[in-house]
C-alpha cells in the first residue's frame, strides 16, 4: 500500500515556473514506477510523465516535451515535476500515481494515485 500526497499547485502567469512534489509513504517507494497525471476543465485525465524506479528512464507526453522534467529521489520517496514556460493550457489538476508497469502512460497501468494539486496559469 502506498500513499501519495501531491503539493506546489497554485496560480501563476503564462510564463512562470512552478515546481510540484508528491510524497509517498512506505518503505517500498524505490520499487515503483512513478508518474504524473493532469486532468482540465470538461476533459479526460492525460498521461504527462514519468520516471523509472532508478530515474534513469523518463517518459513525457508531447505537450510538455522541453518545458516540463520528472526526477526523484528515493531517498526522500519524493517525486517532482518541474513546470517551465507554463502556458494556460497547462491548467489542470495534476496527480502523482505509482504503479509497477515499465513506461506506463495509461491510468489502468497506475496502482496509487494522490489527490491531486491545482495549478492554474493565467494568460
Known amino acids: 500500500q502506498v500513499q501519495l500526497v501531491e503539493s506546489g499547485g497554485g496560480l501563476v502567469q503564462a510564463g512562470d515556473s512552478l515546481r510540484l512534489s508528491c510524497a509517498a509513504s512506505g518503505r517500498t517507494f524505490s520499487s515503483y514506477i512513478m508518474g504524473w497525471f493532469r486532468q482540465a476543465p470538461g476533459k479526460e485525465r492525460e498521461f504527462v510523465a514519468s520516471?523509472?524506479?532508478?530515474?534513469?528512464?523518463?517518459s513525457y507526453a508531447d505537450s510538455v516535451k522541453g518545458r516540463f522534467t520528472i526526477s526523484r529521489d528515493n531517498a526522500k520517496n519524493t517525486v517532482y515535476l518541474q513546470m517551465n514556460s507554463l502556458k494556460p493550457d497547462d491548467t489542470a489538476v495534476y496527480y502523482c500515481a505509482a504503479g509497477r508497469t515499465y513506461q506506463a502512460i495509461r491510468e489502468s497501468e497506475y496502482d496509487y494515485w494522490g489527490q491531486g494539486t491545482q495549478v492554474t496559469v493565467s494568460s
Open positions: 520516471v523509472a524506479r532508478s530515474g534513469l528512464s523518463i
